[in-house]
């Protein structure tokens, strides 16, 4: 079978926030792909061939060159599609929008790992992480519409897949981002008013069941 | 005397700060450097980066911008000469993507080689040479991670070359032979040869001196431990 030189594939696994930020920055584009839904736990050959380094979703494969790391996906997707631009013309603001991003990669997946992972008083801890990750993110947000302000933009990209996620947070650590941060709430429902986002996303349902998966094959509870 | 429009928090030790410094360097743009007390932040720290509380912090024209990487994006931007980031989306991509690898593989599985002892220091070692290996692999034929002349990728990889010589003169091993590691061992010179690099390096005893204590109080901590 040929493999075409040109076209976009991704190389992705349908809950994963990571490979769901690279869905949404292409459909902001209008850019066709091709989806590779890639089994975790039997990597195929294109997927170890296009990322020996990490061996992970999501790969973004552009005329034959495979890109990884989703927010480095997202930002080659935004330089080389200039419609709609993702990250602002200011360096400052970009800067602004970078860090946050870069915020969001740091803590929102790892804390969100401690809450279902683990239990008692570290379970607690990260419930206390979480909440303060969440404010601070909410903070940022302010008054805005989005993140990126009166447009969806790089943060909004970077953070909106985790929203899918809250449902399962709450359950895992017993509160509410409803009654934490309502802003992000209201700003999650917003973005999910853009078909973008609501094509890219899974019920919270499902990804809290997938959740119950992981942590079966965990050994928690 | 007016004050300067560009500020660089930092210590003399990090190397994130260090990749600050070079930048800078390599665009030409005067800055005044302020040493930071990380056991005792101070309230410019604070005010300047509430979120992470650490170094580097680049301050222009009284606007903040913190975290390494997007400092250095930042300078490239802002600052035109010499750029550090190539034009084509690809190159770009890739001179990230091996930025993120430096600190989030190759550093910590170097730093945990470093403070391990026993059964754990043979798996860090493994590990530690494994991505060795890839970042000679990436390396090969290159005279720079970013072709003929330095960029993003060697500017964020670039504390490996006054680093893992001090760590290997402390541990009394040669993990960057030029045997095993050709590429790597001459980009190595290639870096520290390119004009304004070596200057910035941290005085080397100094750096000893602290590596070696670091070294010592993490083996004190985990005596009697495996």
Not at chain 1, 165 to 170: A, I, L, T
Not at chain 1, 177 to 206: G, N
Not at chain 2, 91 to 96: K, L, P, Y
Request: proline share 5%; aromatic share 12%; glycine share 6%.
């Amino acid at each position: 079978m040929a493999t075409a030189a040109k076209g976009v594939v991704l190389l992705d696994f349908w809950v994963s926030p990571f490979g769901q930020r690279c869905r949404i920055a292409l459909a902001e584009k209008g850019v066709e792909y091709e989806y590779k839904e890639e089994n975790l736990w039997d990597k195929s050959p294109l997927l170890l061939k296009a990322n020996p380094v990490h061996k992970k979703i999501p790969v973004l494969i552009h005329e034959g060159n495979p890109i990884c790391e989703s927010l480095v996906i997202v930002q080659y997707i935004d330089e080389v599609w200039s419609n709609n631009p993702l990250l602002p013309s200011d360096p400052y603001e970009r800067a602004q929008a970078r860090f946050w991003a870069d915020f969001v990669d740091k803590k929102i997946y790892e804390c969100g790992t401690r809450l279902w992972k683990l239990k008692g008083e570290a379970q607690e801890e990260a419930r206390k992480d979480m909440i303060e990750i969440l404010k601070l993110l909410e903070g940022e947000l302010g008054d805005k519409k989005y993140f990126g302000g009166e447009t969806f933009g790089f943060v909004d990209v970077a953070f909106v897949p985790f929203s899918a996620w809250f449902y399962s947070y709450e359950t895992c650590g017993n509160f509410s981002v409803e009654k934490e941060c309502p802003k992000l709430v209201a700003w999650a429902k917003r973005c999910m008013e853009r078909e973008s986002v609501s094509k890219s996303l899974h019920d919270p349902h499902k990804v809290h069941e997938f959740v119950g998966h992981l942590k079966k094959m965990y050994g928690v509870e | 005397m007016a004050e300067a429009e560009v500020k660089l928090l930092g210590t003399w030790s990090s190397p994130f700060v260090l990749r600050i410094k070079w930048a800078l360097k390599l665009k030409g743009v005067e800055y005044d450097f302020i040493e930071e007390d990380l056991q005792n932040k101070s309230p410019l720290l604070l005010k300047y980066n509430p979120v992470h509380k650490k170094v580097p912090v680049l301050v222009h024209d009284g606007k903040s911008i913190a975290e390494s990487y997007v400092i250095l994006e930042y300078i490239d931007e802002t600052w035109k000469e010499n750029p550090i980031l190539p034009e084509d989306p690809y190159q770009r991509a890739m001179a990230r993507f091996w930025s993120k690898f430096g600190d989030e593989k190759f550093l910590p599985s170097m730093w945990k080689f470093f403070i391990s002892q026993g059964e754990k220091r043979e798996e860090a070692l493994v590990s530690a040479s494994e991505n060795l290996k890839i970042l000679e692999g990436e390396l090969k034929g290159k005279k720079f991670f970013n072709g003929e002349t330095l960029g993003f990728a060697d500017i964020s990889l670039g504390w490996i070359v006054d680093t893992v010589s001090l760590l290997e003169e402390i541990m009394e091993l040669k993990m960057i032979d030029e045997q095993r590691y050709p590429s790597l061992s001459a980009w190595m010179k290639n870096f520290s040869d390119f004009p304004g690099i070596k200057d910035s390096f941290p005085p080397q005893e100094r750096m000893l001196t602290k590596y070696r204590t670091l070294r010592e109080a993490y083996f004190a901590t985990t005596r009697g431990t495996n």
